[in-house]
T-cell receptor, first 117, second 114 residues
Framework: DAGVTQSPTHLIKTRGQHVTLRCSPI?????VSWYQQVLGQGPQFIFQ???????GRGNFPDRFSARQFPNYSSELNVNALLLGDSALYLC????????????????FGPGTRLTVT | GENVEQHPSTLSVQEGDSAVIKCTYS??????FPWYKQELGKRPQLIID?????GEKKDQRIAVTLNKTAKHFSLHITETQPEDSAVYFC?????????????FGTGTKLQVIP
């Protein structure tokens, strides 16, 4: 059974460019969350999507956007890249909620290492 | 918003000793508290978690305690082994009905000395 997958693994971009990162959740999981992890720090919450709707947003500028597709995979888009956007971008999936019961366990993908020069 | 503080930032223990990492959170609405282990260059791995209606949970050498009144929770690792060396993150999560927002602590770098 495959875990959370992310692509690409590494990416180098220039300031001002745009980037799209992709995530496929664990089969059966309906929730995808995106995190930014700067070296030496904990992951910072960017977005959560559940059942294809944005359910939560962290303190990130509007340059960051995301969406979730009918198969529950997700994309994170970052426009007008800045040097400070260099980080490991992590995707985490969880089952979500059914019948009034919520499963909170999140499982992370391997991440995409973004370097902005 | 939620704020999670984690201490210590680094911890060195002798193999076989116990290690304790402590976290505090600010928002009483948080209802789920996971702990992650992250080895260098790898993804965070969920190692244990606790819900707000439980005070303690144990899984082999790892245990987590939660004090809702004081808004703090702790990770206890007994009989530490060199392979326990990693960065450990606590987190506080709030949400329901499919909504979930997770706030992470700043991490504790644990070194187990053989």
């Amino acid at each position: 059974d495959a875990g959370v997958t992310q692509s690409p693994t590494h990416l180098i971009k220039t300031r001002g460019q745009h980037v799209t990162l992709r995530c496929s959740p664990i089969s059966g999981h309906k929730s995808v969350s995106w995190y930014q992890q700067v070296l030496g720090q904990g992951p910072q919450f960017i977005f959560q999507y559940y059942e294809k709707e944005e359910r939560g947003r962290g303190n990130f500028p509007d340059r960051f956007s995301a969406r979730q597709f009918p198969n529950y995979s997700s994309e994170l888009n970052v426009n007008a890249l800045l040097l400070g956007d260099s980080a490991l971008y992590l995707c985490a999936s969880s089952y979500g909620s059914k019948g009034g019961l919520t499963s909170y366990e999140q499982y992370f993908g391997p991440g995409t290492r973004l370097t902005v020069t | 918003g939620e704020n999670v503080e984690q201490h210590p930032s680094t911890l060195s223990v002798q193999e076989g000793d116990s290690a304790v990492i402590k976290c505090t959170y600010s928002d009483s609405a948080s209802n789920y508290f996971p702990w992650y282990k992250q080895e260098l260059g790898k993804r965070p791995q969920l190692i244990i978690d606790i819900r707000s209606n439980v005070g303690e949970k144990k899984d082999q050498r790892i245990a987590v305690t939660l004090n809702k009144t004081a808004k703090h929770f702790s990770l206890h690792i007994t009989e530490t082994q060199p392979e326990d060396s990693a960065v450990y993150f606590c987190a506080a999560s709030m949400g329901s009905g499919g909504y979930q927002k997770v706030t992470f602590g700043t991490g504790t770098k644990l070194q187990v000395i053989p």
